[in-house]
């Protein structure tokens, strides 16, 4: 099939274009398949051509981490620049979706701003023959979209000094961000035909009072709870699924919570306001059977301090490039947490606005990519 796009002439906005153009969508999303296979075999290419060591290591069946290694002045100091391979689905995007185009100063394609921008400075250095002060890695993980799986494995193992996550922030330097409480609460009620319903237990209308209590109850757990980064605690109901046909009295309803954590609080704490609805809603209805389930995924916030030595080299590499720098907060999680919770001073930077992350028509300002290309060089040779 003959190539719908035009390579830039610009070698980073076409390096960008290259691994827009590979299908890396999570395979345990929709319309996922090989996952991350065909970016980690460019990514081993690309480190061949440029002459920099790395390795790949097996997270998942089949799905490896790939991390490459400039060793610097100062083989005893490392900073680590981590990057997930992985995207979001595309089934439901309005544009080709590895056909990353470039117009009006935009280059298109799922995984373009979320977040296959990263990293891309490092050949820069190898090329201009520039030596970092510390020893600079650049970490391709599998599995962002998903569980973390790939990031967990990294900061497992990882003596680096410091890490740069990037994702996208709109070049703002990123100390701190929420973490993630998602688990689900499952109603069973008692089947029967739709035309004698009062045989039956209906699941889903007993849910639909736990979604208006949830949502009326818990957000008043929240009050005085606020981080001036962040932002306070949220919570999202975001799948609800039950009944088997329109004749069935439904046995069964299940819905899908997302609570968001802010610096300071626990994850595994902000489960106690929802077990407190469902046991109010029995205590109502001796009919219900409620239960909430054990988390599918706990994930820590982050919170760096605004003196860390990566947060102040960053910063000045903003006001070096950009004139102005910002230090703040974002109200989503990230793969920096994992290294945060081992004690490693994280941050999270890179092009791109969020709002465009899984969006249907994905973009991502070229002027922004290249600007973080000069900001990533400076910090690594400063760092």
Known sequence: MAQGWRRSTNETLATLQDVVAIESVNPELPGGSRGEVEMVEYLCAFFAGCGIPFVT??????RANVVATLV???PSRTLMFECHMDTASALRMTIPAFEPHI??????GRGACDTKAGGVAMKRIRESGAQPRATIQYAGAVDEERFYRGALRLAASTGADAVIVSEPTELAVVRAHK??????????GRAAHSSKPHLG????????????????????????????????????????????????????CAI??????????????????????????KS???????????????DESMETSEHAEIVLVAA?????????????????????SKFAARGIPTIVLGPGNIDQAHTADEWVSCEQVERAVDIFERIMLEF
Do not use: W
């Open 57 to 62: 290591t097996d997270v998942l069946d089949g």
């Open 72 to 74: 610097g002045a100062d």
């Open 103 to 108: 117009r009006d100063g935009r280059l298109y």
């Open 179 to 188: 973490g993630i409480a998602r688990f689900r609460i499952l109603v069973t």
């Open 201 to 252: 237990i209906n699941a889903i209308s007993q849910m639909a009072r736990i979604v208006r209590d949830v949502e009326r109850d818990v957000p008043t757990t929240y009050r005085g709870l606020d981080h001036p980064l962040t932002g306070g605690p949220t919570l999202s109901i975001g799948v609800i699924s039950g009944g088997t046909q329109v004749n069935f009295v439904p046995d069964q």
């Open 256 to 281: 899908e919570i997302d609570r968001r954590v802010i610096p300071g609080e626990r994850p595994i704490d902000t489960l106690a306001a929802f077990q407190a609805v469902i046991d109010r809603a």
């Open 284 to 298: 109502d209805d001796p009919d219900l059977d409620a239960v909430l389930e054990e988390p599918y995924l706990m």
């Open 316 to 336: 000045g590499a903003c006001r070096a490039v950009l004139g102005n720098a910002t230090v703040t907060g974002v109200p989503y999680g990230t793969d920096g």
